[in-house]
């Protein structure tokens, strides 16, 4: 079935350095992609999202390039910030309408 | 226009007993979805629901785990003499629309519930 794999984590950074968390991802066709942002204690909020290849999704400062040739869905951002500290998940449709998460990279941004 | 609206936040319960979930979606959307996350994991789907039809419950324990979406009301996943190992986070998740093709509508999630058995 369809698949979403991430980078392990946790990832520890400090304030201002650039982020990259991998999610490669397998499926039949071309599924929308998603990553979602889980802060301390709270459920998990869509951060962005493509629906197909080539397209970048961008929110907040973070973001990912739907690329087909590698089946990959990376999340970036160029300078994180104490607040980005939260656990981040990429995902897409496992068929039936039901999403398929990624384990989750616990990010941590130390001032 | 609220989000997604879970209660409890917090349910603790002893081994046997039975816990009741209780999801209210964003308004104006037909579609219910609950995941469980295991500590340390990803969450994992259990049960899409739309008004008064399972649609899909492929994720859930074939047994003690049932769910309900009502006409009128919260959607409410109930487990029946719950055991350690159904400490989990539950959270639920509404959409406006389903399925178009491969292109999964946005699916919002609520802040969860939070099960503990002791």
């Known amino acids: 079935g369809d698949s979403v794999t991430q980078m392990e984590g946790p990832v520890t950074l400090s304030e201002e350095a650039f982020l990259t968390i991998n999610c490669t991802y397998t499926?039949?066709?071309?599924?929308?992609l998603f990553w979602y942002v889980q802060y301390p204690g709270e459920g998990l909020q869509l951060l962005l999202k493509a629906t197909k290849a080539d397209d970048k999704g961008s929110n907040k400062g973070f973001e990912a390039t739907y690329r087909k040739e590698t089946t990959s869905f990376h999340l970036e951002k160029g300078s994180v910030q104490v607040s980005d500290s939260a656990v981040y998940f990429c995902?897409?449709?496992?068929?039936?309408?039901?999403?398929?998460f990624g384990k989750g990279t616990k990010l941590t941004v130390n001032p | 226009n609220a989000g997604v609206m879970q209660n409890p936040r917090h349910l603790v319960r002893r081994r046997g007993q039975e816990a009741r979930l209780r999801c209210s979606p964003m308004k104006g959307h037909s579609h219910v979805y609950w995941y469980r996350q295991l500590p340390e994991e990803g969450l994992k789907f259990m049960v899409y629901?739309?008004?008064?039809?399972?649609?899909?419950e492929s994720g859930m324990p074939k047994e003690r785990f049932s769910a309900e979406f009502p006409k009128e009301g919260p959607s409410i996943l109930r487990i029946q003499q719950v055991v350690r190992g159904d400490s989990a986070a539950y959270f639920c998740a509404s959409s406006l629309a389903g399925t178009s093709g491969r292109s999964t509508d946005t699916q919002y999630f609520g802040p969860g519930t939070r099960l503990t058995v002791l």
């Open positions: 499926a039949t066709g071309y599924p929308s």
């Open positions: 629901l739309q008004k008064e039809n399972i649609i899909d």
């Open positions: 995902a897409l449709p496992g068929g039936s309408e039901k999403l398929v």
